[in-house]
């Protein structure tokens, strides 16, 4: 994703991998675009079978005629600025991908082969993917919970290649589901009866949602970095943010007829007391970002701003609404085990997956890489919640 692609190419992308299983929107032109400005080398790259019958992978950017994908992936490059070593310590990584039908053995296995190879040929430490393979479904022992043996198979696939289960899970491992394919009636129904109860109260009391845009970014960053320090965890720059949004409303994306993403502001007498940030993408609406402010709470503005989306997105042709994120310890320990409590009064089905997984090309600056960084995120989630409470104070 550099200068001089071509618009059309831009465009065709997304349409291409549209078309393969579990297409996500973090393997989007547009996620591509927001990488790169922050310092990442993005690559499309696609499996497809040559005029000779031999199934190839190529750039998609050098690519001079179409081509239907057996398999496709998003694949991002950075080098960690450190003197002396630049040439060695270079990262791969393909978020919530490579996307193809991974019960394909063979396609599976070459396209793994592949990315082996393409690690060593980039002298990378190491190759991380994540791509959405559930392994299960629903709360452990409970009535609807079952493994999923594709997820299991692929697993032990992996782990024959040696492939390590990443200390550095980047993306949520597990999430929550809600189809909406079903009738508005039925979603509500499906909900837990304190949830529907909510949404009525916020209704009575006043709470409206309405869409925003743009001009609303800086009231977003602004909730977001307070919801943050109250329910403590780290955010990003609101630079970070502004980017994110800004390229998946369309403001500079050339790959998307409609934004791909929409902000939902609930508002009591005009204040702001909440917001959603909804991304959609090939039939499919994520709950990225949420943010709420301590007046009007008692109102339940979250409830009605969840149902709202839910009913937007369904509107929109959206089969899927994936609530972004669950505990990975499934019991009350984990810190976001109230979280998924709310989610889970959305009428949301638990979904497990295999998580992130890496392949170190390096091994020995594997092991240094994964033993420094804990230490570096640490450093760096301090200095982050130091700058958002300045922001929050007015500093």
Not at 208 to 227: I, K, N, Q
Not at 255 to 275: D, H, M, Y
Not at 319 to 327: M, T, V
Request: charged residues 20%; positive net charge.
């Amino acid at each position: 994703m550099t200068a001089g692609v071509s618009a059309s190419l831009a465009q065709n992308w997304n349409a291409l991998i549209a078309l393969l299983p579990d297409p996500h929107l973090l393997q989007t032109w547009e996620w591509g675009q927001v990488k790169a400005r922050l310092g990442w080398q993005a690559s499309p790259l696609v499996w497809h079978t040559a005029p000779d019958g031999r199934l190839t992978l190529s750039d998609y950017t050098q690519l001079t005629t179409d081509v239907q994908p057996l398999a496709a992936a998003l694949l991002l490059q950075r080098t960690l600025p450190l003197r002396g070593f630049a040439a060695r310590l270079r990262l791969l990584y393909i978020p919530k991908g490579p996307l193809l039908n991974w019960s394909n053995v063979p396609l599976r296995r070459r396209v793994l082969n592949d990315l082996q190879a393409l690690a060593h040929r980039r002298h990378a430490i190491f190759i991380k993917i994540d791509p959405h393979i559930p392994i299960g479904y629903g709360l452990p022992a409970s009535a609807d919970a079952h493994h999923d043996p594709l997820g299991l198979e692929t697993l032990a696939d992996l782990q024959a290649r040696r492939w390590r289960f990443s200390e550095e899970q980047i993306q949520f491992r597990n999430t929550l589901l809600i189809d909406l394919s079903l009738p508005e009636e039925t979603l509500l129904a499906q909900m837990k009866q304190k949830t529907r109860y909510n949404i009525r109260l916020a209704e009575r009391k006043g709470v409206s949602v309405r869409v925003g845009g743009p001009a609303d970014f800086a009231l977003l960053y602004r909730m977001y970095a307070e919801t943050s320090l109250r329910d403590g965890f780290v955010i990003r720059d609101e630079a970070y943010y502004r980017t994110v949004w800004g390229i998946f409303s369309r403001q500079d994306s050339p790959s998307a007829e409609q934004p791909l993403c929409e902000p939902l502001i609930a508002e009591v007498n005009g204040e702001a007391a909440a917001a959603v940030v909804i991304f959609r993408f090939a039939g499919r609406a994520y709950y990225l970002h949420g943010m709420s402010r301590q007046v009007h709470r008692d109102k339940m503005p979250n409830h009605l701003l969840q149902w709202e989306a839910m009913r937007r997105a369904k509107a929109s042709g959206c089969r899927l609404y994936d609530l972004w994120g669950a505990p990975d310890t499934l019991d009350e320990s984990d810190s976001m085990w109230g979280v998924y409590r709310f989610k889970e009064g959305l009428g949301g089905r638990l979904v497990q997956t295999i998580g992130a997984w890496d392949f170190p090309a390096q091994p020995l600056f594997y092991r240094l890489y994964t033993h420094t960084l804990p230490r570096l995120l640490a450093i760096m989630r301090r200095r982050g919640t130091a700058r958002t409470r300045q922001i929050v104070g007015g500093a």
